[in-house]
Each structure stands twice: as structure tokens, then as C-alpha cells.
T-cell receptor, first 109, second 116 residues
Framework: GIQVEQSPPDLILQEGANSTLRCNFS?????LQWFHQNPWGQLINLFY???GTKQNGRLSATTVATERYSLLYISSSQTTDSGVYFCAGLIGGYNKLIFGAGTRLAVHP | NAGVMQNPRHLVRRRGQEARLRCSPMKGHSHVYWYRQLPEEGLKFMVY????????ESGMPKERFSAEFPKEGPSILRIQQVVRGDSAAYFCASSPSDRNTNSPLHFGNGTRLTVT
């Protein structure tokens, strides 16, 4: 079946550093979303990005659907960026999101 | 416009009891999805429902778990005779349609079930 691989699995940053998180799909995926799960467990929609590039403040994302990957860029990281970042893609004819295992980010002051 | 509402936020049950988790989709959304997140893992699809219909339950355990989305009222995920392995966060998401259109899924804040 469809596999969603995220890398790196864990990431530790000093405040102010930049980082790139990657999401690879084993097969074609119609749409893609990035989420941030904060330390309280809430899932925050970051980007809905089936293709192309979007930016929102210090965050930006790029999806290259033809090459089956997506990247999430975090610039000038802050401690509040800590948590788990998930990518998820839609398969088949339904909105059946398949999640990656996540990247656990810890930003230290 | 209220988002996806789940309640309760936290639920504690003893082994053998029943757990009922509720999800009210966003206004105008008629499709609901339930996901389970075990500790330190990603979210796993459980079931997809439309009003009064189960569309896809391929991720639901065969026993003790059931889901419904009645014509009126919230969607309910029901777990009978809970066991410790059912302890997890259960998330609900909604969308306006079942077509693969340009609409993201919107998630609720989840219900954290603890089985003692």
C-alpha cells in the first residue's frame, strides 16, 4: 500500500536555526497536508499543498507531486515550534488521509 | 464558524466499560472521518462516514468498535468492553464532500481515552 516516509524522525534545534522536513510518498498522491501537533496534542493545519509552494510567515512548504515528495521549511525557529510535524496524503477516490510517522522537533532557547 | 467539535476532551474508563466519543463536524460538512493515534505514533485511519452511511470502515477493529453518523446529531465512535490497548487519542475530521476536491480535512482537538 501507500507508504508515507518522513525525515528526519527527530530534530533538535537551537532557537533561531532553520530546518527542512521532508515527506516522501511511495505512490502518487492527489493532495497533501502538513500538520503541527503541539505539546498539548492539538493538530494544527499548516498547509494544504497539493502542488507548488506556499508561505505563511516563517513557514513555507513545497510539493513536487510528480516526484512524490513535499518539503516543509521552518526559518528562525522558536521554542513554540516544538512538537510533532506530520505530513499526510489522500489516496484513492476518498479523502482518506494517510499519515507519516512524524518528525519530532524540539527547539531549545 | 466553529471548527470540528469533539467531546469529551478526556475520558477515563475502567476495563470492560463502554466509551462513547462524539464528533460534530464543521457547519456545512456532511462527511466525517475518525482516526486513532496511539502514544508516540502517527494517526491511523479508522472509519469514514456520511450521514446515515458508513462508506469505509477498513481501519476499524472487527470487534468492540462501531461508528455511526445519524441524520441528526453528532457522529459517535463507540468502543465496547474497553481494554488497556484502546488507550489513545481519537481524532475526528470533516469535509464538505467525498470527492477529491481542493478541500483540506479539518480536525478536531481529539478525545484522549485512558483505560485503567
Amino acid at each position: 500500500g501507500i507508504q508515507v516516509e518522513q525525515s528526519p524522525p527527530d530534530l533538535i534545534l537551537q532557537e533561531g536555526a532553520n530546518s527542512t522536513l521532508r515527506c516522501n510518498f511511495s505512490d502518487s498522491v492527489n493532495n497533501l497536508q502538513w500538520f503541527h501537533q503541539n505539546p498539548w496534542g492539538q493538530l494544527i493545519n499548516l498547509f494544504y499543498i497539493p502542488s507548488g509552494t506556499k508561505q505563511n510567515g516563517r513557514l513555507s512548504a513545497t510539493t513536487v507531486a510528480t516526484e512524490r515528495y513535499s518539503l516543509l521549511y521552518i526559518s528562525s525557529s522558536q521554542t513554540t515550534d516544538s512538537g510533532v510535524y506530520f505530513c499526510a496524503g489522500l489516496i484513492g477516490g476518498y479523502n482518506k488521509l494517510i499519515f507519516g510517522a512524524g518528525t519530532r522537533l524540539a527547539v531549545h532557547p | 464558524n466553529a471548527g470540528v467539535m469533539q467531546n469529551p476532551r478526556h475520558l477515563v474508563r475502567r476495563r470492560g466499560q463502554e466509551a462513547r466519543l462524539r464528533c460534530s463536524p464543521m457547519k456545512g460538512h456532511s462527511h466525517v472521518y475518525w482516526y486513532r493515534q496511539l502514544p508516540e505514533e502517527g494517526l491511523k485511519f479508522m472509519v469514514y462516514l456520511q450521514k446515515e452511511n458508513i462508506i469505509d470502515e477498513s481501519g476499524m477493529p472487527k470487534e468492540r468498535f462501531s461508528a455511526e453518523f445519524p441524520k441528526e446529531g453528532p457522529s459517535i465512535l463507540r468502543i465496547q468492553q474497553v481494554v488497556r490497548g484502546d488507550s489513545a487519542a481519537y481524532f475526528c475530521a470533516s469535509s464538505p464532500s467525498d470527492r477529491n476536491t481542493n478541500s483540506p480535512l479539518h480536525f478536531g482537538n481529539g478525545t484522549r481515552l485512558t483505560v485503567t
